[in-house]
């Protein structure tokens, strides 16, 4: 199976420091640009922080598990990929709606955000 090149693209910009998790992810959360969220967050903090950056008008894509998003990241497990650099935001809204869904737990969320 090939692996979505959202993801690929997602590693290159978190090995370049341009996307966020954790508690960096939090700590700057006011230079997000755009949000990959993983499709079964369950925890009621986990919602909150969706719902946060949600309130900011913050595009999201909700395409990945945990697992996958931690693998593209070198990591077990990731839940949040914060895309701070504009431009980077920019191109991955556009590799994900030009991705067609594969199934129906798989969201992708894109409005206009922050300028």
Same mark, same amino acid.
């Given at each position: 199976m090939n692996q979505d090149p959202r993801l690929g693209f997602l590693g290159i910009l978190y &090995?370049? *420091?341009k996307a966020w998790i954790g508690e960096e992810l939090l700590r700057e959360a006011? #230079?997000?640009r755009f949000l990959v969220? /993983?499709?079964h967050i369950t925890s009621n903090e986990g919602k909150k922080i969706q719902a946060s950056f949600a309130?900011? #008008?913050i595009p999201m894509d909700m395409s990945f &598990? /945990? !697992?996958e998003l931690g693998k593209a990241l070198g990591h077990d497990e990731v839940n949040f990929v914060g895309i701070a650099d504009k431009k980077a935001a920019e191109a991955y809204a !556009? +590799? /994900?709606l030009r991705k067609e869904p594969t199934n129906e737990k798989e969201t992708i969320c894109v409005t206009k *955000? +922050? +300028?």
């Open positions: &090995s370049h *420091g006011d #230079h997000i969220v /993983a499709n309130r900011r #008008h &598990s /945990a !697992e !556009e +590799k /994900a *955000g +922050k +300028k």
